[in-house]
């Protein structure tokens, strides 16, 4: 696929940034994203409580579909080899190795579909999850699990679910009644 691209920039950074205390940063912050953990609980707590309901029902069904689409179809239709498979001149810094297909990244697919509703609900609490999502997805370069093209296909997917789902949540009588 891209590999011309991505793989210069996985070596650059294996190069320049392969520090136990760097990686052991990254795979706390790449933590948050597994299975989608973090924003599964934040959604639904969004959902729990009533003054933030009108955020945390999109955000879960952004997430929902985000995770649907990347995870059952895209990965299995393209099937990309994670970049240590593809070049041992990679090393990942991760503890245990993903065992899904590269393309998108779900960590990166799953957090900014979250994320991205945040911001467009609450500027207070969706600056700082779209920081947070950005770091997790860096984190998957930075541990070379994942390439950079990965990590942009993961945000573009997300950034059109969340738009999307975004433009209909406003449309209902429930979003209408309760959003600024």
């Known amino acids: 696929m891209t590999e011309a691209f991505d793989l210069p920039i996985l070596l650059w950074l294996q190069e320049h940034f392969n520090a136990d205390l760097l990686n ?77 297909s590269s393309f998108p990244s779900g960590h990166t697919a799953i957090s900014f579909a979250v994320a991205l509703i945040l911001l467009r609900a609450d500027k207070r609490i969706g600056i700082p999850a779209v920081i947070f999502a950005a770091l997790i997805a860096f984190s998957r370069i930075a541990l070379r699990v994942h390439y950079p093209s990965d990590v942009i296909a993961g945000f573009l997917l997300a950034f059109a679910v969340s738009t999307i789902i975004w433009i209909l949540w406003s449309l209902t009588p429930y979003a209408k009644k309760h959003m600024n």
């Not at 003054?51 to 179809?73: C, H, K, L, Q």
């Open 24 to 100: 052991g940063f990254w795979n706390v912050i790449t933590f948050f994203g597994n299975k989608g953990w973090f924003w599964i609980a934040l959604a639904a707590l969004l959902v729990i409580i009533p003054r933030t309901r009108y955020m945390g029902i999109p955000a879960a069904i952004s997430f929902i579909i985000t995770a649907g689409i990347n995870s059952v179809i895209i990965k299995n239709l393209i099937g990309r080899i994670r970049p240590f498979e593809y070049s041992s001149q990679i090393i990942p810094a991760v503890g245990q190795l993903p065992d899904s």
